[in-house]
Structure formats: C-alpha cells, structure tokens
C-alpha cells in the first residue's frame, strides 16, 4: 500500500471548515483514500473514501485531486467533538485487507 | 453502523500475570478480526489478524506465544496477553470486519482497552 504523508498537527476555529490534506504521491490506479479518526482514548471511526471522484457524506467531504497524488478532507462546520487525530490510509480494497495507520494529523478545534 | 465492544475497558494487573481481553461483533459475524495496540502518542500498530476458527496471522516482530489470539466463533474473539510485564502496557484496539460484498466501509473498530502492568 502506498505511503501517506500528512501535516502533524492543524488548528481550526469553530464553526469554520477544517481542511486537512493528504499526500499520497506514490498512489496506485486500484488503491482507494480512507479516512479515520480518533477521538481520545476511543477506537477509530470510518469517515469517508474515495477513489477518483470526490465524495460527500453526513459527516465530511473528500476532495481527489485529478492526479490522485493527494487529497482533502473537509469538515465544513467544525465544532469542539472534532477535535481528534485523523488518519489518511490509502490501500487496495479487497476482501479482508488490513488498515494500517500513519502518524495522522492532530486537528484541534478552538471556541 | 456496525458495533464492536471490548472487554474489559481497563485492566490492571501484577507483572506476570495472564490478561485476556474480549472484542465481540454484536450485530453482524465477522469472520475476520484485527488486533491493535497502541501507546501514548503514538499512532494504532496492526498486531494480527485473527480468523474464525484458523489460526492468527501475525506482523512481523509480534511474538504469538506471547499474545495469544483465538477466534472461536464468528463474534468473539480474544487476545490474552501471557506473563505480562510492564512494557506491555498499552491500548489495546479490536476491529471487526463486516462480511458484507461490496461494502468498503467494512471495518469497525472497538473503544479499545487499557492495559495497565504494574
């Protein structure tokens, strides 16, 4: 699986879109963007993938740059809950393929 | 989504003594299951991967007779951390896979366990 690099850590104002970017320069045409989070001392939470075209879900949006090479993702509204370690994986998808986590970037969310 | 619990939450015991952990699937069988640890600050290391009734497969630097896997049944299973001493302090995560074709968004992760060696 292709290697992620990503910022370490991140500042963000409440109410204002975080927007966290990935690099995956070495991405294959079969490997897929994920993206975790981690809440303090909990278990990581699934937010979003994608493979070429961006994606939108309740929680967040991804943006795929055309080549691929890297990615963003956005919390349009963030709030004080968001503030957690996000992961950038990326991997081919197939049947029982293991996630394995990056440093990831510490986005804290300030009132 | 999906729910994945572990047991206990937090543990603490003496050097030496045996700890067994629980991941559990509650609403779906996960005939695959992984195996986190992770210390503070640190990011989550894949420890193994632990199949419904074969035998765990375990990353390179992971000692098997010490971190023991069983995966008895499609929503269970253990890891039970043998002779334990105070490096093995640490979270310990689960994550189940949800046999569903299709569907990438196909593992959940427990809320992790805190192991605590004194």
């Known amino acids: 699986d292709a290697k992620t690099t990503q910022p370490p850590s991140m500042d963000c104002a409440e109410g204002r879109a975080a927007n966290l970017p990935c690099n995956h320069s070495t991405i294959s045409g079969n490997e897929y963007v994920y993206w975790y989070r981690q809440i303090h001392s909990q278990g990581p939470q699934y937010i979003i993938h994608g493979l070429k075209n961006n994606e939108t879900n309740e929680m967040a949006s991804l943006i795929i740059t055309e080549d691929r090479k890297s990615s963003t993702l956005i919390l349009p509204h963030a709030t004080l809950r968001d503030t957690a370690v996000y992961y950038c994986i990326v991997r081919v998808w197939e049947y029982g393929n293991k996630l394995v986590f990056g440093a990831g970037t510490i986005l804290r969310v300030k009132s | 989504g999906a729910v994945v619990s572990q047991h206990p939450s937090r543990v603490i015991c003496k050097s030496g003594t045996s700890v067994k952990i629980e991941c559990r699937s509650l609403d779906f069988q996960a005939t695959t299951m992984f195996w986190y640890r992770q210390f503070p600050k640190k990011s989550l290391m894949l420890m193994a991967t632990s199949n419904e009734g074969s035998k765990a497969t375990y990353e390179q630097g992971v000692e098997k007779d010490k971190f023991l896997i069983n995966h008895a049944s499609l929503t269970l299973s253990t890891l039970t951390v043998t002779s334990a001493h105070p490096e093995d302090s640490s979270f310990y995560i689960c994550?189940?896979?949800?046999?569903?074709?299709?569907?990438?968004?196909?593992?959940?992760f427990g809320p992790g366990t805190r192991l605590t060696v004194l």
């Open positions: 994550s189940a896979r949800v046999p569903t074709g299709g569907n990438h968004n196909e593992q959940f």
